[in-house]
């Protein structure tokens, strides 16, 4: 079975500071991946997807996340931290060839402070 | 176009009473999922629907049943309700190849006493 491992459940930032939210995944071949952000009392909406077009993905909001093959890892990061990025972020993962059943990590909960 | 809509929004149940949550989709999408979120425990896949007229178990399948209803619905069950399905219900749809973005509804929130 697929997992995916989000280190930290909670992560505070000062507002202007780099995010940096982890996720590693377990898998013998690379598997597509997806950050999810989760507003408060909202769906999941897409953050960025990485499906072996480039290792390194933009996304939304300034957002962006890096392949790393060799460390299966996939972390999001961005460069400055704003009081509208205070949410909850989940990395998902499902595997090539397999349908497209989703693995989600148990999500880290970003707080930024002023 | 409204992506994936869930009804009801928010519902009260006691032990024991039965209650159906609904899902649609107007994206065309032939794959439909239902989610539980627990604090702590991420988003765990109770039942999904590869394409219309086929339904899977997915990870935490029991006490739950689902109908796939035509290609835009699909209906989650809960014949007997338990304090155990006290959660947050999240409906998601896709294409049905691997690496499709899934798109989420708003959810429900159960609160079973």
């Known amino acids: 079975a697929q997992s995916v491992t989000q280190l930290g459940s909670h992560v505070s930032v000062s507002e202007g500071a780099l995010v940096l939210l982890r996720c590693n995944y377990s898998?013998?071949?690379?598997?597509?991946l997806f950050w999810y952000v989760q507003y408060p009392n909202q769906g999941l909406q897409l953050l960025l997807k990485?499906?072996?077009?480039?290792?390194l993905v933009k996304g939304i909001n300034g957002f962006e996340a890096e392949f790393k093959k060799s460390e299966t890892s996939f972390h999001l990061t961005k460069p400055s931290a704003h009081m509208s990025d205070a949410a909850e972020y989940f990395c998902?993962?499902?595997?090539?060839?397999?349908?497209?059943?989703?693995?989600f990590g148990t999500g880290t909960s970003l707080t930024v402070i002023p | 176009n409204a992506g994936v809509t869930q009804t009801p929004k928010f519902q009260v149940l006691k032990t024991g009473q039965s209650m159906t949550l609904q899902c649609a989709q107007d994206?065309?999408?032939?794959?439909m999922y239902w989610y539980r979120q627990d604090p702590g425990m991420g988003l765990r896949l109770i039942y999904y629907s590869a394409s219309e007229g086929t339904t899977d178990k997915g990870e935490v399948p029991n006490g739950y049943n689902v109908s796939r209803l035509n290609k835009r619905e699909f209906s989650l069950r809960l014949e007997s309700a338990a304090p155990s399905q006290t959660s947050v219900y999240f409906c998601?749809?896709?294409?049905?190849?691997?690496?499709?973005?899934?798109?989420f509804g708003p959810g429900t929130r159960l609160l079973v006493l």
């Open positions: 898998s013998s071949v690379p598997p597509y």
């Open positions: 998601a749809s896709s294409g049905t190849l691997s690496g499709e973005t899934q798109y």
């Open positions: 998902a993962v499902t595997l090539r060839g397999t349908g497209n059943q989703f693995y």
């Open positions: 990485y499906t072996s077009a480039a290792t």
């Open positions: 994206m065309n999408h032939n794959s």
